[in-house]
């Protein structure tokens, strides 16, 4: 059995060990430490739109997962929205269901909160994360763009 709580300031070097790996899985390596202090900073700050969840053992001894999220207004409607940042499982749990718990306890924070809607995007090659989100959403019709505004 799982258990899925927001991080408290004890929590900052287990969120950091899956933090890390998941930025080592996708090639963000060069992260500056300055970079994680503001994104914890942010994570803890309960009047930040940034949330953070960490998917634990019952026992409460590991965390196995975490999910970033930011809850935003929406254009359509009087109701939040609410984007998946980020979701990762560390290697050594893969296969145990902690990402689909995750987004399935994320699915009842939101109906608990009148979200409107919980949506995200992965990468086009990301096939193992797509079998998992066709299992538990709806898979949209489209294309995301990108300006990058950093060179």
């Known amino acids: 059995m799982l258990i899925v709580k927001n991080p408290e300031p004890d929590d900052r070097d287990e969120w950091q ?3 890390i790996e998941n930025c080592a899985h996708f090639g963000a390596t060069d992260m500056s430490l300055t970079v ?3 994104l914890w900073r942010r994570i803890i700050d309960p009047a930040s739109v940034m949330q953070a969840w960490l998917a634990r053992t019952e026992s409460g001894s590991k ?4 999910a970033h999220t930011i809850l935003h207004p929406h254009t359509f409607s009087l109701r939040m929205v609410c984007y998946l940042e980020d979701l990762w ?17 994320l699915t009842e924070v939101a109906k608990q909160q009148g979200w409107r809607r ?3 995007e992965t990468g086009i090659d990301n096939e193992p994360a797509q079998r998992l989100y066709d299992r538990v959403a709806t898979r949209r019709a489209s294309i995301t763009y990108q300006v990058d505004t950093t060179r």
């Open 36 to 38: 994680i202090d503001a």
């Open 118 to 120: 919980l949506y995200w």
């Open 63 to 66: 965390s196995l997962g975490l």
């Open 89 to 105: 499982v560390s290697p050594d749990a893969r296969g145990a269901g902690v990402g689909s718990y995750l987004i399935k306890y």
């Open 17 to 19: 060990e899956l933090w």
